[in-house]
């Protein structure tokens, strides 16, 4: 079966400071990965994905990550925080395919200090 | 930019009543889905749907829960008889049909149901 942990549920950063969140995942097969974000009051936004090829993936908002498979994560990353950037996101886990429900972690809840 | 959307954005309702949950999936998209986020908790898949099927659902999807596509447009959840335990936030998604890729979901806004 698939999970996905989240290490952190709430990160706090100064702007201008690296970002990082962490993922981890457990799947019996490899695993397409996805980041998605909410802003308040708003539905989850495709942060970036890794279906296969290139490991390091960039994506929205100068967002990236990073497959290790021999560590199982997905950590996410931006190397410089900005106010606008604080949010929840959620990292989730999928067996892929023409259907592929999404298994989520529990969320990281970004807070971004002036 | 096409958007999912979700309606009503919030719906109280009393124990035992039942609630239709509606979304209206981006035109072109062929995959349903709904999830929910209770209050602090992770969300959670419940149910896809492909066709005018039922494709998976989760355990949490029982008897109490149905699912359907009652014109082209929109997508409606159904619970029958709501418990307390219903209240959460209901997102939809949809995605297009893939072939080799995996299909990115775009999710609506979410229906938060209260159940009182």
């Known amino acids: 079966a698939q999970s996905v942990t989240q290490l952190g549920s709430h990160v706090s950063v100064s702007e201008g400071a690296l970002v990082l969140l962490r993922c981890n995942y457990s799947?019996?097969?490899?695993?397409?990965l996805f980041w998605y974000v909410q802003y308040p009051n708003q539905g989850l936004q495709l942060l970036l994905k890794?279906?296969?090829?290139?490991?390091l993936v960039k994506g929205i908002n100068g967002f990236e990550a990073e497959f290790k498979k021999s560590e199982t994560s997905f950590h996410l990353t931006k190397p410089s925080a900005h106010m606008s950037d604080a949010a929840e996101y959620f990292c989730?886990?999928?067996?892929?395919?023409?259907?592929?429900?999404?298994?989520f972690g529990k969320g990281t809840k970004l807070s971004v200090k002036p | 930019e096409p958007e999912v959307t979700q309606t009503p954005s919030h719906q109280v309702t009393q124990m035992g009543q039942e609630v239709i949950l509606r979304c209206v999936p981006i035109?072109?998209?062929?995959?349903f889905y709904w999830y929910r986020q209770i209050l602090g908790q992770k969300v959670e898949f419940l149910v896809s749907?492909?066709?005018?099927?039922?494709?998976?659902k989760s355990e949490i999807f029982d008897d109490q829960f149905s699912v359907e596509r009652p014109d082209g447009s929109n997508f409606t959840l159904k619970i029958r008889s709501t418990k307390l335990e219903d209240s959460a936030m209901y997102f939809c998604?949809?995605?297009?049909?893939?072939?080799?890729?995996?299909?990115?979901?775009?999710f609506g806004p979410g229906t938060r149901l209260t159940v009182l």
């Open positions: 998604a949809s995605s297009v049909q893939g072939v080799s890729s995996y299909n990115e979901q775009f």
């Open positions: 035109s072109n998209h062929l995959y």
């Open positions: 890794y279906t296969t090829g290139a490991t």
């Open positions: 989730a886990v999928s067996l892929g395919g023409s259907q592929g429900n999404l298994i």
């Open positions: 799947s019996s097969v490899p695993p397409y």
């Open positions: 749907f492909y066709n005018n099927e039922i494709s998976e």
